[in-house]
């Protein structure tokens, strides 16, 4: 175990010296120096603890999904009874009391109509997600299940989750905190973020885009009373548009949502210069699309982003490209903002903030002092009780967790990892474990000396037989990290990733290092005695 030739020399010092030169950057960014600019700089982000920044905390409104989970429902009953063969006829279409009902043309159609519908009532893993009954021989009602309803917020919380993760990455700020909170809460944490604002604004919008014909027969003054033909609903135009105050009626069903968008960019309009967001759907959406607009050609048909119409363009030609443009009352920055809402997905539910507080910097920076200190006063204590016991392997271990700490530093840098308050606890443990794995070897190489055995004989026995222990040591605490990082969040799995990356670099400077460093001190020195 003490046979270390050249090239294995060669190899651990490089990987060394090449995790600690990635953790320069980072203790520079620690310590106030400049890094120049030229130079490659990865370094450990800081968390909200530790860095400052924004925490908000998101809302969604259960009813809104269980309402689109309703006009879902009706428009998917219309076209199943339409593509039956034969069609099968309805009317009387109500969605009132959070129930879908309708009633039958021919009351004869009932099995038939029984038998379209159960594919719809049915979701993933054939879980019943509405109930059917019929009243008075040809009227359906379809009733949502609680189960069901329960896994539609379930589901549009996940959805709503990645796309505000998706949302915050387009901001390019670094490595933050999105977790789910209950049922129906989404807690967001940006380090370095002071000012909220934008992040409110960018989370606050829903992006739902949609597109829909325009009721022509619908009267002004009815739409100016807010009453809308049947099939059919009132949608006012958005601030700032040349309608402002205005309201069109527009189809409720047949029309095109932003689902199917793969790209959208801001950009300005060749001929007026203003800002536009140019939007691309890939080829199912643009089929849809491109069957609109011919089916439509002369007629207007409403752009709506989050319930507000932002123009109502005629269709003069077909649009066969899969792409469009929406314009608007923008500002480059608004339609910045929109086209970053549209390509990370619309919310499929409206978020609202309940909770907002921004940590300062101050608070971190006093955080990272005092964390310092504990680590720095823990180091010195920990170095002079090894020193004063161990002698020449005091020493060893003394650099080995030197290198230690320098290295998990690096490796955190290089995975653009996030450095909590508890990482830093979590450092203070990882000083702790690699001396415990000095201390064994030390001890076991005493033993050995005391049962009589040659110098190189109890150096080789002793890591032997202490290695045994730290790795199984190591194994277990290792176990207890993975699972802390992965039902874990925010802080505790801060702590989980310093313990970890901790866990590999301590055995690596702890075992293999000093094992060579002691190895060619005897084979340079050939003592008789170890003072261990």
Known sequence: MLEFPRWKKIWLWAITILVMLAAVPSLASLTGTRWP??????????????????????????????????????????????????????GDVSTQGGRLSFMLENSADIDRAREVLTPLMNGQGMTREWDLSVVDTSRVVLTPTESGLDNAVSQAMDSATEVVRKRIDELGTREPTIIRQGDTRIVVQVPGLQDPAQLKALLGQTARLEFRLVDQNAKPSDIQQGIAPAGSQIVPFAAGSAQEGQSLAVRRLGGIRGDNLINAQQTFDPQTNEPVVNIQFDQQGGARFAQLTQQNVGKPFAIILDGQVLSAPNINEPILGGSARISGSFSVESAAALAISLRSGALPVDLAVVEERTVGPDLGADSIRQGLVAMGIGSFLVVALMIVTYGRFGVYATAALVLNVVMILGIMAVLNTTLTLPGIAGFVLTIG????????????????????????????????EASRAIYDANITNFIAGVLLFIFGSGPVRGFAVVLIIGLFTSVFTAVTMTRMWVAGYIRKRR??????
Request: net charge negative; hydrophobic share 40%.
């Open 433 to 464: 474990a690699a001396v415990d794995a000095n201390v064994l070897i030390n001890e076991r190489i005493r033993e050995e000396r005391k049962r009589g055995r040659r110098v190189v004989a109890a150096v080789e026995n002793g890591y032997k």
């Open 37 to 90: 600019a030229s130079l490659p700089d990865p370094t450990v982000n800081l968390g909200l603890d530790l860095a400052g920044g924004s925490h908000i905390l998101l809302e969604a409104d259960a009813k809104q999904v269980a309402r689109q989970r309703l006009q879902n429902m009706e428009e998917a009953v219309r076209t199943a009874m339409r593509d039956a063969e034969p069609a099968i006829g309805i």
């Open 527 to 532: 003592p008789t005695e170890l003072y261990v």
